[in-house]
């Protein structure tokens, strides 16, 4: 079985991508979503994360993403923190998860391979390319956040031209090129790969 990793700068349509993988009945690991659920139940990640950057991390019991976000996107070495407490526990339950299917290939999905280490070990990157305007009007328009606070979070990933050249195919998701073609297109030659 192939590991594949899926990865984009923020609003880049990664997930828009990814259910298109869903859809074709390939398994999908959202790494950020995997990331949450464990910074909301993981008890040690949770007092971790309460002594780095406080009792406001959790409101009501939940996990204040909006706290995190407004400390570590101003701050890259607050991102560093909490990736060192995320990343490890994160990137251990994705191997496990993978373990578990059977299937030809699974797609793991998330924004930071490169950035925490986390491309080690996949059988290749699928990238997913937009231009930086479409990708913060997305962003703006998704989350309710003003135009710098997506530059922010965007200026906390490595440059986009370097991530895609980094990738081992790339998809456009300019709103000109249509997605669908461009998955059939690859999961084809990944079904291949995997029979190989």
């Not at 994705?94 to 491309?119: C, D, H, M, T």
Request: charged share 15%; proline share 3%; with cysteine.
């Amino acid at each position: 079985m192939l590991t594949i990793g899926l990865t984009g700068g923020i609003g880049s349509g990664k997930s828009t991508v990814a259910a298109v993988f869903s859809l074709l009945g390939v398994p999908v690991l959202q790494a950020d979503q995997l990331a949450k659920t464990i910074m909301q139940e993981n008890r040690q990640v949770r007092s971790e994360l309460i002594a780095a950057f406080g009792e406001a991390t959790y409101l009501n019991d939940q996990l204040n993403t909006a706290h995190i976000a407004n400390i570590v996107f101003k701050d890259p070495f607050q991102l560093s923190v909490l990736n060192s407490i995320v990343h490890p526990v994160t990137i251990a339950e994705s191997i496990a998860w993978a373990n578990r299917q059977q299937a030809p290939y699974v797609i793991k999905e998330a924004a930071l391979f490169f950035e925490s280490g986390s491309s080690q070990g996949l059988n290749g990157i699928i990238g997913v390319s937009a231009p930086g305007s479409l990708r913060i009007k997305r962003v703006m328009d998704r989350d309710g956040v003003s135009r710098q606070q997506v530059i922010d979070r965007m200026q906390q990933q490595i440059n986009a031209d370097l991530k895609m050249k980094l990738c081992d195919w790339v998809i456009l998701n300019d709103e000109l090129q249509l997605i669908i073609p461009q998955v059939l297109s690859l999961h084809n030659t990944l079904l291949a790969l995997a029979a190989a």
